[in-house]
Structures are given as structure tokens and as C-alpha cells.
């Protein structure tokens, strides 16, 4: 680990810890079981169905008091597969890349029904399928994490000729580098620079990449000691974190002011295209069969990365997730 991701991965970790004290329902019984749940990123709306579980006592009511920290996805992939922490939100590419290097970690509820990285384009690019790509520059914050995948996906599903498109690293700059013209297009993520450009008047598009492959999202996975020692604690989590997903999905306007409630350094300015952001993540959310998840898509996910180099090891897809905790009555 880098000097730097560690003194980010410190400072990050500072803030969801005191963002989230005392986080749970008023009034709630003090002999709750305090749980850690690890999320990439840091305090935003696209949490709001972990924010919602808590303030509406959906945790509580299984006996819960969930602890949000905030850092970086893949370190608590590995903390929970260590027993340090208890959950976490992983991708399934995540998963079946710590699989592969002999971590235990287990994806328990499907979250995510889309994969939510797309390739955005700029303005006046005439690009309908990735067919249309030859000739063009495409920037991505780095090769490495979602949007890497995202762009390796869309270019493994689609049969494009990689070597015929120009691909650059742009660091996390995909939206100013879409409004400078410097790049064609960008991999990013469908609720954020989208969303971001269309409110500052920019006439854009975007070429998802779960529409060519069906690729694992985000969900909850734990650790294999933790769920084979307490498979209660882990299906109050399930059932808790499913409520709160389906009471955002249906009531987005309270869910909405209880996330405004957990950051209220948003401001009025932010709030309109934050709740569009709120929205477009719904839309990902949406699901036929909440917290399912599907094994042929797993296998798909782990072929396309073995086939592309993305994988080095074969890796048993039945140890990859698990539906019990969902469908459980």
C-alpha cells in the first residue's frame, strides 16, 4: 500500500467515524450490537438506502447499531474477509478478484440490479454503439478499480478493437475533461458526470455498459468466519438493508431529506441535482428480484476477467455469493 492511499485510507476512515456516531433511530434501546459496515467513497447520496435503514430504526429493530466508515472499497474488502470489520459494500469483481488471491469473502445481497459505470460522450460525438469508437480518445481515472472494468467490459462484450481507440489517464478529471474537449469520451459513473454536464448545458450521451455485459455490482459481502459463526447477525443485516433499499426506492422524497439530514453541509444550490443523482441511482437499484443475484452472471463476470487478464487464477463461482440470507422467509 502506497504512503499515501494509507494517510487518505486514516483520514477518510476519521470522517465516516464521527459523521456516524450516534447515527441510529432516537429512542432506541441501548443494547444494540454495534456493527461495521465499510463503503467506498465518502458520505453522499448514493448511500441514502443505508442512511434510511438507520434513521427509520430498521437496523434497530433487528438489534442493530450500524457504523458507516468510509474509505477505500477494496481495503475493506480485505478487512472484512480478515474479520476486522464486520460488512462491507464490494463489487463483484472485487470479490471475485479477493477470491482468487485466497481471501474469504462472501457477497450476501445483490444492491446494485445494474453495473453503473457507462462511457460518457462529449458533445457533437456522433457514437451510438461502441462499433463507432475507432479514431477516438477515451479517458479513465486510471486503469485500475469500476470504471477500468467498465471500459474493459465494454470493449470484451462489444468486440471493439482496443488498439484502434486511444486511451488515456486522466485521474478523476472525466468531467472537465468532457467539457474541454480534451477527450471524445469518458468512462464514468451513470449518477454522477452525466447528471453533472447535462445541468451545466452540455448535450451529452452515454453507452452503459450493462447493456452489453451483464456484469456483478455492488452489494453486501462479508467475511467467511463472521457468516459461518453468526449467520443470524448476517441475515438481520440482509433484511435490514433490503428494507431500507425498498423504502428509498418507494418514498425518494423522504429518503432524500434523511439523507440531507446526515450531510447537511449539502446546500440548497447542491439539492436539486443531487436528488436527479438520487433518482439515476434508483434506476440502477430497481430490481425484480431485490438482493438477488443471479450465478450465470457470476459466471459471465469471472470468464469475461479471466479472459481479458483481469484474473490471473480460475475461482469456484459457488463460493462467490450466496442468495439464503435473501430469500430466506
Not at 453495473?115 to 469508437?133: D, K, N, R, T, W
Not at 471524445?184 to 452503459?208: F, K, T, W
Not at 423504502?247 to 447542491?270: G, L, Q, S
Request: proline residues 4%; contains cysteine; hydrophobic residues 45%.
Amino acid at each position: 500500500m502506497k504512503t499515501s492511499h494509507l494517510v487518505l485510507s486514516i483520514l477518510i476512515l476519521a470522517v465516516g467515524l464521527t459523521g456516524c456516531a450516534g447515527s441510529t433511530s432516537a429512542g432506541q434501546p441501548a443494547q444494540l450490537r454495534r456493527v461495521s459496515l465499510g463503503v467506498g467513497y465518502i458520505p453522499n447520496v448514493q448511500f441514502a438506502p443505508l442512511y434510511v435503514a438507520q434513521k427509520k430504526g430498521f437496523y434497530a429493530e433487528e438489534g442493530l447499531d450500524v457504523n458507516i466508515e468510509y474509505g477505500f472499497e477494496d481495503d475493506f474488502v480485505a478487512l472484512a474477509a480478515q474479520g476486522e470489520r464486520d460488512f462491507a459494500v464490494a463489487s463483484g469483481d472485487q470479490v471475485i478478484l479477493a477470491r482468487a488471491q485466497g481471501l474469504p469473502i462472501t457477497y450476501v445481497m445483490k444492491w446494485y440490479e445494474r453495473f453503473p459505470v457507462a462511457l460518457l460522450l462529449g458533445p457533437g460525438q456522433a457514437v451510438s454503439s461502441p462499433a463507432e469508437l475507432a479514431g477516438k480518445t477515451i479517458g479513465l481515472p486510471g486503469f485500475f478499480g469500476a470504471s477500468y472494468v467498465g471500459w474493459k467490459g465494454l470493449v470484451y462484450a462489444a468486440n471493439i478493437d482496443e488498439s484502434a481507440v486511444k486511451v488515456e489517464d486522466i485521474g478523476f478529471t472525466q468531467a472537465a475533461a468532457i467539457q474541454q474537449g480534451t477527450v471524445d469520451g469518458a468512462m464514468v459513473y451513470i449518477a454522477n458526470e452525466p447528471i453533472q454536464l447535462r445541468n451545466e448545458g452540455l448535450d451529452v450521451s452515454v453507452i452503459e455498459v450493462s447493456d452489453y455485459l451483464n456484469l456483478i455490482s455492488n452489494g453486501l459481502v462479508v467475511g467467511d468466519k463472521l457468516l459461518q459463526a453468526d449467520p443470524e447477525l448476517v441475515q438481520k443485516m440482509v433484511r435490514a438493508t433490503l428494507r431500507g433499499l425498498q423504502y428509498t426506492i418507494d418514498t425518494p422524497d423522504e429518503a432524500f431529506k434523511i439523507v440531507r439530514e446526515v450531510i447537511p453541509e449539502m446546500t440548497d444550490a447542491d439539492a436539486p441535482v443531487q436528488r436527479q443523482v438520487l433518482d439515476a441511482s434508483i434506476e440502477l437499484w430497481r430490481s425484480q428480484q431485490p438482493g438477488v443475484t443471479d450465478r450465470q452472471a457470476w459466471q459471465n463476470s469471472a470468464d469475461f476477467m479471466r479472459d481479458t487478464g483481469l484474473l490471473q487464477t480460475e475461482v469456484n463461482v459457488d463460493q462467490l455469493f450466496t442468495n439464503q440470507f435473501v430469500t430466506a422467509k
